[in-house]
């Protein structure tokens, strides 16, 4: 086979690309390890930034977004005895969209299968080869058990962190940080109606605790546990007990139980991975960075990157202008990182550790933060989204700033 783009990952990063490609006029394909369905059955994040929004209806996938989707002014912080809103709006001028990532990828599948992209589903074995030279290939074994090859220009690892496509790059030839941290989320689906408006984000000294929603009638609600927790451990009782202390039940408001339909423990864990490009294999999403759900970055994150890299590829394979693609990798991660910090600043600020001193540190900041305009616009700003290209002006500025002065 032969095609423009390989796509490693049939997930949001990699048919969002799919899409973005084919409306520039270059062809891909798409390589994926799991069936279709149990892509499209993935409870995964639910919060979409007012960027990745946007981007989504320039590209033609926001019509049902716009009719189920249902958009949020901001958030509430709680602690003991209190509760404050930060609006998002009147702080920076943007909301965010309640909206599953199963939702975006439906109407991804959808798109894709109206432009007849080529996806080839539950493929095995998959090699990425000479990603150095200009004519990199992928060798797989599709769902018939048949050996194959697909030669292409550039290669996109949309594939997770645990996929091929980031361990094809040397370690010689890339950087890698992590933390993992000391708790995870017991994470619920319950079919009841929210008991909020807009998330509840709780500190509480048992643990953090998160309101969540999907819809009008299905919650999503997250506890902080230790790592290793046992699912068996915790009974229906117990979770909706847990989740009433912390969240403040009784306290001016009620908590509303209902059945649970899904539950998980969720590590938390943060990546980066650098560069995001080897020779002619780009990473884009979960298989470059992970981020701690706690900032609602993830998905948006993956949405930002091939938002940059479906022109630079487009450049790279149909205008032969290496420029955009040379400027991938580093643009990108500014935005990485400042991401990063801020899942990092969220979650260090409302998950406990038994530490007392810290237990009053993080109350004098979630004080600062819903007592000072400067400390909401920073979570705010921060939260509803930064620019799909964010750092990238300032630093071309700074680039040529430098060159001035180097020429003097």
């Not at 539950?122 to 018939?144: G, M």
């Not at 030669?151 to 361990?167: E, I, K, L, N, T």
């Not at 408001?253 to 490009?277: E, Q, Y």
């Amino acid at each position: 086979m032969r095609t423009q783009v390989a796509i490693i990952g049939a997930g949001p990063a990699g048919l969002l690309l799919s899409h973005l490609l084919a409306g520039a006029g270059v062809v891909s394909v798409v390589l994926e390890a799991r069936s279709r369905g149990y892509v499209e059955s993935r409870i995964r994040a639910g919060i979409l930034e007012d960027s990745t929004v946007r981007l989504l209806e320039s590209a033609g996938l926001g019509d049902r977004l716009k009719a189920e989707g249902d958009p949020h002014r901001g958030i509430y912080l709680n602690w003991p005895g209190e509760r404050h809103h930060l609006d998002f709006v009147d702080l920076v001028g943007r909301n965010v969209w309640i909206y599953g990532q199963t939702e975006v990828q439906k109407d991804l599948g959808r798109a894709r299968d109206a432009d007849g992209q080529e996806i080839h589903y539950e493929v095995a074995d998959v090699r990425l080869n000479a990603c150095e030279s200009d004519r990199p290939y992928v060798t797989f074994t599709d769902r018939d058990g048949r050996p194959q090859r697909l030669d292409a220009d550039a290669v996109a690892g949309c594939d997770g962190s645990f996929g091929p496509s980031r361990a094809a790059i040397p370690d010689s030839a890339k950087r890698t940080w992590s933390r993992t941290y000391p708790h995870s989320w017991l994470g619920i689906l319950a079919d009841v109606p929210p008991s909020t408006d807009e998330l509840i984000y709780a500190w509480h000294p048992d643990g953090f605790a998160l309101h969540s929603m999907r819809s009008a009638t299905v919650s999503r609600l997250y506890l902080q546990v230790p790592n290793g927790t046992d699912l068996s451990d915790w009974p229906d009782r117990r979770i909706w007990d847990a989740l009433a202390t912390r969240l403040g039940h009784g306290d001016g408001w009620t908590l509303n139980p209902g059945p649970i339909t899904d539950r998980s423990v969720l590590p938390m864990r943060s990546l980066v991975t650098a560069p995001m490009r080897h020779g002619r294999l780009f990473l884009a999403g979960d298989s470059a960075h992970i981020v701690p759900p706690t900032g609602a970055k993830g998905l948006n994150l993956a949405v930002a990157d091939v938002a940059l890299l479906a022109p630079a590829l487009t450049a790279l394979v149909k205008d032969r202008n290496p420029g955009p693609a040379d400027d991938y990798s580093d643009t990108a991660l500014r935005r990485v990182w400042r991401c990063t910090h801020f899942s990092w600043w969220m979650t260090t600020m409302l998950h406990t550790g038994g530490d007392e001193f810290d237990a009053q540190l993080q109350l004098s900041q979630l004080r600062w933060v819903a007592g000072s305009t400067a400390g909401a616009t920073g979570l705010a700003e921060n939260y509803a989204g930064l620019p799909i290209g964010f750092g990238a002006e300032r630093a071309g500025r700074a680039r040529a700033q430098f060159g001035a002065r180097g020429r003097q």
